[in-house]
């Protein structure tokens, strides 16, 4: 059947609109980008020394996504100022997939701690995967009196400003959890801040510092050797590492505070990209072997699409912004 000229020509002229559509045009691009993604190795940008816990949770999912997508998935640690060097360079970055950043708690509390930050977090990036949380422990030195955490509370009001607390640093996310436990008990401890939490950790053990909320992979060997006693845990719930030491909720309902970790990307990465990797980061967060090393490491998974990471994010900058106006902490 011959059709009309006028209909071959009307769809002649559709076909050309179609094709030069801008958006239309856009999906195909982005979506091809995927396809491809990644042709060349690919840049973890880490905020903390190498050693760390950031660090070892993302050499995990990086080796992951090394083996599942065929290219170098290379945890590169840029730590300095917070954790903002690292950011800002991640910001600044070409947006195309192979610059991202190892996102952790620090970067929902920084944004009211710095009020002269050259980018916003939560306007210049974008989610990527969540990959779970590490609680604290709400740890004393041996000799210290209280045994409970509600002895250790009314210690606190009947002697406030003499307890000593450590932190790995001003505005740290051990800092900020401790702080907070304060604005919700009600209580005041005298912050001693140290360079990170390992020249800390002794000093607590000793007896020169009264308490500190150390991350549970840190602790856990001086817990259990009774060198730390354990008050409780910052998570939501009891952990089984520590399945006889409970939750503060328990006693403050409410109360959480864990470090955070999860991928995050340049804004204007296609979010094709950022689907492919969120795909991978969630079935590596349900493999066996994956799940065993994170749980080794007392990582709470998390995994989900961006948009959740999204506003989780955002409601833990709101959460910490409340908690530094609180305590007035001031960057060192």
């Not at 094709?19 to 982005?30: E, H, N, R």
Request: aromatic share 8%.
């Amino acid at each position: 059947m011959t059709l009309p000229r006028r209909h071959v020509l009307r769809w002649a002229t559709g076909a050309a609109s179609l094709a030069l559509s801008p958006g239309l045009s856009l999906v195909f691009t982005q979506h091809a980008a995927a396809q491809d993604y990644p042709a060349r190795p690919v840049h973890l940008i880490g905020e903390t020394p190498a050693g760390g816990s950031p660090d070892i949770i993302a050499r995990v999912i990086g080796q992951w996504l090394q083996d599942r997508l065929g290219q170098p998935f290379i945890v590169d640690d840029r730590p300095g100022a917070s954790g903002n060097l690292a950011t800002e360079y991640v910001v600044n970055s070409t947006p195309d997939g192979y610059t991202l950043l190892v996102a952790i708690s620090s970067n929902a509390i920084n944004p009211s701690l710095f009020s002269d930050l050259n980018f916003n977090f939560m306007r210049d990036m974008q989610t990527v995967g969540r990959l779970g949380s590490i609680p604290l422990v709400v740890a004393v030195t041996p000799s210290f009196p209280a045994q409970t955490l509600p002895e250790f509370i009314a210690y606190l009001k009947a002697n406030p400003g003499k307890v000593t607390m450590a932190s790995g640093g001003t505005g740290s996310p051990a800092h900020v959890a401790e702080e907070l436990f304060c604005m919700t008990a009600g209580v005041n401890m005298m912050h001693v801040p140290y360079r990170g939490e390992g020249p800390a950790l002794p000093d607590v053990m000793s007896g020169q510092i009264n308490v500190i909320f150390a991350a549970m992979p840190a602790s856990l060997g001086y817990l259990k050797a009774g060198k730390l006693r354990p008050l409780a845990v910052t998570a939501a719930t009891r952990q089984p590492a520590l399945p006889d030491v409970p939750a503060v909720s328990e006693f403050l309902p409410g109360y959480e505070a864990s470090g955070w970790y999860g991928i995050v990307a340049p804004k204007a990465v296609p979010r094709a990209i950022v689907d492919k990797l969120n795909a991978e980061i969630n079935a590596a967060l349900a493999d066996p072997t994956v799940k065993a090393r994170y749980a080794d490491l007392g990582l709470i998974l998390s995994p989900g699409p961006p948009e959740d990471f999204t506003k989780f994010v955002a409601a833990e900058t709101d959460k910490w912004a409340k908690v530094v106006k609180f305590a007035g902490i001031q960057p060192q």
